[in-house]
Protein backbone atom coordinates (compact mmCIF):
# COMPACT_ATOMS: atom_id res chain seq x y z
CA UNK A 1 0.00 0.00 0.00
CA UNK A 2 1.03 3.34 -1.27
CA UNK A 3 1.53 6.00 1.43
CA UNK A 4 2.71 9.65 1.32
CA UNK A 5 2.69 11.61 4.37
CA UNK A 6 3.38 14.98 4.37
CA UNK A 7 4.89 17.45 7.07
CA UNK A 8 6.28 20.98 7.32
CA UNK A 9 3.43 23.37 6.60
CA UNK A 10 3.01 26.54 8.76
CA UNK A 11 2.65 30.28 9.08
CA UNK A 12 4.95 32.48 7.90
CA UNK A 13 4.87 36.06 7.38
CA UNK A 14 5.65 37.26 3.37
CA UNK A 15 9.14 37.16 2.93
CA UNK A 16 9.98 33.88 4.97
CA UNK A 17 10.84 30.69 4.11
CA UNK A 18 9.04 26.73 5.09
CA UNK A 19 10.74 23.31 4.10
CA UNK A 20 7.98 20.71 3.07
CA UNK A 21 8.75 16.84 3.55
CA UNK A 22 7.11 13.79 2.02
CA UNK A 23 7.91 10.62 3.41
CA UNK A 24 7.06 7.74 0.81
CA UNK A 25 6.25 4.19 1.65
CA UNK A 26 5.31 1.08 -0.05
CA UNK A 27 5.77 3.08 -3.53
CA UNK A 28 8.43 0.76 -5.98
CA UNK A 29 7.94 3.09 -8.96
CA UNK A 30 11.24 4.60 -8.83
CA UNK A 31 11.76 5.43 -12.20
CA UNK A 32 8.32 7.50 -12.51
CA UNK A 33 8.54 11.77 -11.21
CA UNK A 34 7.36 12.86 -8.05
CA UNK A 35 6.27 16.23 -7.33
CA UNK A 36 4.79 18.97 -5.07
CA UNK A 37 0.71 20.33 -5.94
CA UNK A 38 -0.77 22.78 -4.06
CA UNK A 39 -5.08 23.80 -4.33
CA UNK A 40 -6.27 27.30 -2.61
CA UNK A 41 -10.04 27.63 -1.81
CA UNK A 42 -12.22 28.23 -5.02
CA UNK A 43 -9.31 26.84 -7.11
CA UNK A 44 -8.33 23.74 -9.15
CA UNK A 45 -5.29 21.54 -7.64
CA UNK A 46 -1.92 22.85 -9.52
CA UNK A 47 1.44 21.52 -10.26
CA UNK A 48 4.16 23.37 -8.11
CA UNK A 49 7.02 21.54 -8.63
CA UNK A 50 8.13 18.01 -10.30
CA UNK A 51 11.48 15.72 -10.17
CA UNK A 52 11.95 12.71 -12.15
CA UNK A 53 14.20 9.62 -11.29
CA UNK A 54 16.86 11.95 -13.66
CA UNK A 55 16.72 14.47 -10.94
CA UNK A 56 15.37 16.65 -14.17
CA UNK A 57 12.65 18.86 -12.65
CA UNK A 58 9.83 21.40 -13.54
CA UNK A 59 8.52 24.50 -11.54
CA UNK A 60 5.59 26.43 -11.73
CA UNK A 61 6.83 30.07 -13.54
CA UNK A 62 5.35 31.44 -10.52
CA UNK A 63 7.52 29.61 -8.10
CA UNK A 64 11.21 29.83 -10.28
CA UNK A 65 13.81 31.23 -8.54
CA UNK A 66 11.95 30.71 -5.01
CA UNK A 67 10.86 26.91 -4.71
CA UNK A 68 13.62 24.23 -4.74
CA UNK A 69 12.33 20.21 -5.13
CA UNK A 70 14.83 17.52 -3.78
CA UNK A 71 14.33 14.11 -2.83
CA UNK A 72 16.38 11.62 -0.89
CA UNK A 73 16.15 8.01 -2.48
CA UNK A 74 18.09 7.05 0.78
CA UNK A 75 15.24 7.60 3.11
CA UNK A 76 12.29 7.91 0.46
CA UNK A 77 12.20 11.26 1.34
CA UNK A 78 10.81 14.14 -1.02
CA UNK A 79 11.23 18.34 0.30
CA UNK A 80 10.14 21.41 -0.94
CA UNK A 81 12.00 24.10 -0.03
CA UNK A 82 10.00 27.27 0.00
CA UNK A 83 11.80 31.00 -0.08
CA UNK A 84 10.77 34.45 -0.24
CA UNK A 85 6.80 33.31 0.35
CA UNK A 86 4.31 35.32 -1.11
CA UNK A 87 0.59 35.86 0.56
CA UNK A 88 -0.69 33.98 -3.28
CA UNK A 89 1.60 30.44 -2.05
CA UNK A 90 -1.42 30.35 0.75
CA UNK A 91 -2.50 26.88 -0.11
CA UNK A 92 -3.07 23.00 0.67
CA UNK A 93 0.02 21.97 -0.70
CA UNK A 94 0.03 17.45 -1.36
CA UNK A 95 3.01 15.08 -2.29
CA UNK A 96 1.70 13.27 -4.95
CA UNK A 97 3.61 10.03 -7.07
CA UNK A 98 2.48 8.26 -9.92
CA UNK A 99 2.67 4.69 -12.05
CA UNK A 100 0.19 6.10 -14.75
CA UNK A 101 2.21 5.23 -18.14
CA UNK A 102 2.78 6.96 -20.33
CA UNK A 103 4.29 9.79 -18.63
CA UNK A 104 5.54 12.44 -21.16
CA UNK A 105 7.69 15.66 -19.46
CA UNK A 106 4.99 17.89 -20.80
CA UNK A 107 2.32 16.12 -18.28
CA UNK A 108 4.25 16.21 -15.00
CA UNK A 109 2.35 19.17 -13.96
CA UNK A 110 -0.90 17.81 -14.85
CA UNK A 111 -2.28 16.77 -11.12
CA UNK A 112 -4.80 14.17 -13.43
CA UNK A 113 -1.12 12.32 -14.29
CA UNK A 114 -0.86 11.46 -10.51
CA UNK A 115 -2.48 8.50 -8.94
CA UNK A 116 -1.09 8.69 -5.38
CA UNK A 117 -1.52 11.70 -2.89
CA UNK A 118 -0.85 12.58 0.98
CA UNK A 119 -3.05 14.06 2.98
CA UNK A 120 -1.81 17.59 2.37
CA UNK A 121 0.03 20.29 4.83
CA UNK A 122 -1.29 23.90 4.91
CA UNK A 123 1.13 27.00 3.91
CA UNK A 124 -0.10 30.39 5.01
CA UNK A 125 1.81 33.16 4.12
CA UNK A 126 0.78 36.80 5.83
CA UNK A 127 1.24 40.03 4.56
Known amino acids: QVQLVESGGGSVQAGGSLRLSCVVS????????MGWFRQAPGKEREGVAVIDSASNTRYADSVKGRFTISQDNAKNTLHLQMNSLKPEDTAMYYC?????????????????????WGQGTQVTVSS
Open 96 to 116: AATNKRPLFYSDYMRASKYNY
Open 26 to 33: GYTYSSYP
